[in-house]
């Protein structure tokens, strides 16, 4: 069952190739149909892991056993990464059936989106760390060519950028591959944690530890690696933007950061220390440059960096609120930032500006649009009782549980300029008067409307998932598969007999 | 290239008398490389590549509505998708088996003949397939490729 | 060692072209050089004192053999750059159309 994540999509992308040239519909059909059925196989598969002994699921994919083959493993952290990217996916199809009418060539949009999701479904999956590799390659590719989709002179601009430097951090990445199996010599997962512990720590396993934070910090957009971003997702497609910024950036770079650092080479004080101070930095920075920006969708995304600048604080803690803090607040910062890059596509799509000073009172005539947009507001900023407040309250109580007040100090001042942030966008955009050229504006078509509401309802009530009987089958398994650390290999071994 | 010879498309006389003659060995060779993947190097990717030079050496001397007229647009896109589907059913139909990309083929013959060594000979050919065709429309777009630079 | 010495100054070079260059054509070959680089030394990793080709045939034993491994990695990872290369030639071409020139230093339009 666990490669169907993998081969449903792409099969879907290789039939849309040779089908949807001729039938329009039949693009739609297939690509709604395969991320549909990937939410709720990822469903399926949370509900069975919460039923079972160890919570681990292991397939050998041949039937040859690792460390000789190749194999796919899932466990509580997976799991949760599953749920979240294809929840989102599967809005995000629903929403592109009505707002690619602006694009030529549908299909082809389609193939690439789906192969994306090929991409990031195989990394969450994969027990091998080239595997890893060939499918992180597989949705770097699939989202150069998705950002440079509407091929304006700025699209291009910002796809180079990224390109350039997204190849630059995947030479670092292999690099450090190249070192790890030349100190270890196998490439599972498992089996490189039993090999380090073994041997111990050495000068090549410290720079492996360099090279990964660079090459993955490059692609989770980290703050000294985080220039590409600003340009990038602004000039995507809306769809794309939230793909990119929602998940992209959180499935490669956080989770194999996570991975790879807790789980494989073993945590120390030294890699959290500089964990916690990329996250302050992160947070800072991304909510400095975002106060003065114009352009609506550069201001989201300079929010991303300050947001993954939370998720890498409260994972960089250590202790296990910390690590519930940060999952939880990738959950959420999917759901919301999402939301937040559709309603700037919805806007986008009726009225044709992204620069809010143009925009004005669009509560009156976009009704749906404008209270989703309050809803992600006030998640994003931490406003009681939407989830972003409960998941940023967990992680300034696990800082001040550690006795590092500066954390904690510098994390409730990103949180209030983040408020005033978004207080800007909501006057400039929604609330004020309506402009002359705007008299007779509609609101979005059904199927963007549907999107941008489930989303927003999951904004709302997400906050249910802290609650003991939720949580226990969905966060807490999470927590604990990062928390086992250099268990993992016991537990992978453990089920392999 | 081209527009040197504004006349006629393509390369002079000699050019295209050698490209008549070699063009099908160049094609054969690919093929070749691309079958016997589990005997000698090279597999899908080389063989692959082999293939597509066959077809861009064609067009190079002919020119590029010539070569249009033999290998539409179309037939390229089609055989890219259907190389990739058959990679994909190769690894399902071992899913029926018992594992995904088991080795299906019940009669394995012996060891260093063409016919061996389970489904590797016909992973490579889809892989010579894909590769081939996805090489040869990345060099259409980017050759057909027709605008007029903004200042 | 002397290799890997070199190895490291083809990487090094492919990064100077990549910061200090301002044609975009020159960038993206040092970007495809980089990429050489760390496939050349993935497969000089594999290298054991000795050793003959990685191939089965019934005449030679197998025990002095190579890595097969790295090969494997190093095939997958020049098709990847591969496709990266395709990709940005494509969006380097429409950028000469839409600003009319490959000066980096000129092609500025976001800012901020």
Known sequence: MLPLFVVVPLAAAFLIVILAKRFEFLSDFLSNLATGFSFILSCVLLFILSHSSLKVMVYKVGGWLPPFGVDLVIDGFSSFMLVTINIVAFMLNIFCISYMRKYSAKWKFYTLFLLMLVGMNGIVISGDIFNMFVFLEIASVASFALVAYGVEAEELEAAFKYIIMSAVASSFILLGIAFLYSYTSTLNLADIAGVLEAKGLSNVVILVNILFIMGFGLKAAIVPFHAWLPDAHPSAPAPVSSFLSGILIKALGVYVLIRIFYNIIGINRALLAVFTFLGVLSIMVGVLLALGQMDLKRLLAYHSISQVGYIILGLGLGTPLGILGGLFHLFNHSIFKSLLFLNSGAVEYSLGTRNLEEMGGLREKMPVTSSTSMAASMAISGVPPFNGFWSKLIIIVACIQVHKIGLAFWAVLGSILTLSSFMKVQKYAFFGSLKKAYQNLKEVPFSMQFAMLVLGIICVIGGILILPHFDSFFLFPAQQAVMRGLGYKGLIYSVLK | ?151 | MSPYILCFLLFSVGIYGILRKRNIIKIIIGTVICEYAVNLFLIIFGYRMGGHAPIYSPDKDINNMVDPLVQALVLTAIVIGLATTALVVAVAIRIYEKYGTFDITKIRKLKG
Request: zero cysteines; hydrophobic letters at 55%.
């Open chain 2, 1 to 151: 290239m081209k527009e040197s010879y504004s006349k006629q498309s393509g390369m002079t006389l000699i050019v295209k008398v050698i490209t008549r003659l070699t063009v099908g060995l160049i094609l054969l060779y690919g093929i070749y490389i691309a079958l016997h993947g589990h005997l000698s190097p090279g597999g899908g990717f080389a063989g692959g590549v082999i293939i597509v030079l066959s077809f861009i050496h064609l067009m190079l001397a002919f020119g590029r509505e010539e070569a249009f007229r033999r290998i539409s647009k179309r037939f390229v896109s089609l055989f890219e998708g259907l190389g990739g589907l058959l990679f994909l059913i190769i690894a399902i139909l071992g899913y029926k088996a018992g594992y995904f990309f088991y080795d299906w083929i019940i009669f394995k013959g012996k060891p260093f003949s063409l016919f061996s060594a389970g489904t590797i000979p016909l992973s490579y050919s889809a892989i010579g397939l894909k590769v081939a065709f996805g090489l040869f429309a990345i060099f259409l777009a980017l050759i057909t490729l027709k605008f007029k630079v903004k200042k």
